[in-house]
């Protein structure tokens, strides 16, 4: 067997904040290689990428997500106790929940929410100045989804719900006061359905049975047993925030209707083709998920390299879509390569790879895929805008990432034809 190439360094932990995205690419094109070995907070870790990597990250019998997330991620972005850190049955029983809420009809629904919301805004930035696209999409989003999911949402609440869910995502990675503020997001996040839970069986409160607050509130663990209402909480929440974070990926559009008007003109002369095509190259193209972790179930032998039990894995998402073995020119935003794309589950993995049912990809993708095409014809076909001089770069030192100003629009205006009567 031969030996995993190694960084030549003793940590690097320092190397992962200072390279972000990149870290795991820059290091295997340094090493000529797509697997490497290396220490993060001095554990022993391998890092790969490549289609051939998530084949054999998302086999089920050689992965765990078991322990696999750091602590801190548990106490902001993910919480503790819900799917993600599940395998075998007790993942696929629990998955099967979420998978549910996303049949065709549900889908629509979400998309139709957000949608209405979007031209309820326009109808007020019309009036304004100058809007942050990222924190108006934001609670746009929440509205869509709490009331998608059954979550009710008093008018009041709506600014600081979407500041609370927003924060889980922006700490996913975060040190120092970021941290803290997911931290405490999380807790009065994950206390507030709980008591939604309690409502919904002690016949308090009826949400629609459709609804993810139903699904959660009624549902039980591999052994029969009701979920308890803070682990309830923990996944119905798992369905909240991915939902608000798509308005990450909806700026990375906005951003690339701007970057490139030729695109603009053909969702405008060709949406029904185009859009799809636009709306899968934003997630290839921009940063999202840096990586996804797992642990080896037990020691095994891949492509003549060796993996110990127990050892964790990283698998890079962001190199993998930017993979030029996989890609052509993948550093340039081009929809129309998803002509010939062949559905792979493992070369194109901005939410995870494998089968949505029985791997840790993310259930929320085709709900994600309708939304961002719900807003993309929104921006392209009804909304006028003009785009303030403002720093649009991308830090991709930063995880999450955004363009540094949010995304700021003026002038906005709804065209005529558009406005509701």
């Given amino acids: 067997m031969a030996n995993i190439p190694a960084e030549p360094v003793i940590d690097s932990t320092l190397g992962l904040l200072f390279d972000g995205y990149e870290f795991i690419s820059k290091r295997c094109d340094r090493l000529q290689t ?37 602590k801190r991620m548990q106490k902001t ?30 889908l629509q629904q979400i998309g139709d929410l957000v949608l209405h919301h979007c031209r309820e805004y326009a109808q007020q930035w019309e009036r304004q100045n100058q809007v942050v696209l990222f924190d108006q999409i934001n609670e746009i989003l929440c509205r ?26 922006d700490s996913a990675a975060a040190l120092g006061f970021r941290h803290v503020q997911g931290v405490q997001a999380r807790k009065r996040l994950e206390a507030w359905l709980a008591d939604l839970i309690e409502d919904i069986r002690a016949g308090r409160l009826q949400v629609p049975e459709h609804t993810a607050a139903a699904a959660f509130a009624h549902s039980q663990d591999a052994n029969g047993n009701r979920l308890s209402p803070a682990i309830a909480a923990v996944d119905l929440l798992n369905v909240l925030r991915p ?11 906005a951003l690339a209707l701007h970057q490139h008007p030729d695109c603009r003109q053909k969702l405008q002369s060709n949406p029904a083709d185009y859009t799809l095509l636009f ?9 999202f998920f840096p990586f996804a972790a797992a642990r080896t179930r037990q020691a095994f ?15 890079d998402l962001y190199g993998t879509n930017h993979d030029s073995n996989l890609w052509e020119k993948p550093e340039e935003f081009w929809p129309e390569r998803f002509m010939h794309w062949d ?28 939304v961002m095409n719900r807003v993309l014809g929104f921006l392209a076909n009804e909304l006028e805008y003009d785009v303030p001089p403002q ?18 629009i003026s002038n906005v205006r709804l065209r005529p034809q558009d406005k509701p009567l």
Wanted: hydrophobic residues 40%.
């Fill in 243 to 253: 939902t608000v974070a798509i308005g990450r990926y909806i700026v990375f559009a």
């Fill in 279 to 287: 709306t899968q190259e934003v997630r290839r193209f921009y940063p």
């Fill in 77 to 106: 972005l993910l919480g503790e106790g819900g799917v993600q850190g599940l395998d075998g049955e007790a993942h696929r029983q629990r998955k099967q929940i979420f998978m549910g809420l996303m049949t065709p009809e549900r």
């Fill in 144 to 169: 869509a989804v709490c009331t998608w999911s059954g979550v009710p949402l008093a008018e009041g609440e709506v600014a600081q719900r979407t500041l609370e869910l927003a924060a889980l995502i």
């Fill in 391 to 408: 720093d649009l770069q991308i830090k991709l030192t930063r995880m999450p990432t955004l363009p540094e100003s949010k995304f700021v």
């Fill in 301 to 315: 032998d891949w492509q003549d390299y060796r993996f110990s039990e127990s050892t964790l894995v990283l698998l």
């Fill in 343 to 370: 559905g792979s589950a493992f070369d194109f993995i901005p939410q995870g790879g494998g089968d949505h049912y029985k791997n840790h990809r993310c259930a929320g993708e085709w709900l994600t895929i309708e």
């Fill in 34 to 70: 797509d697997i490497f070995q290396t220490r993060l907070r001095l554990e022993k870790t391998i890092c790969m990428r490549g289609k051939a990597a998530a084949e054999v990250f998302y086999d089920t019998d050689k992965f765990s997500r078991k322990d696999a997330a750091p």
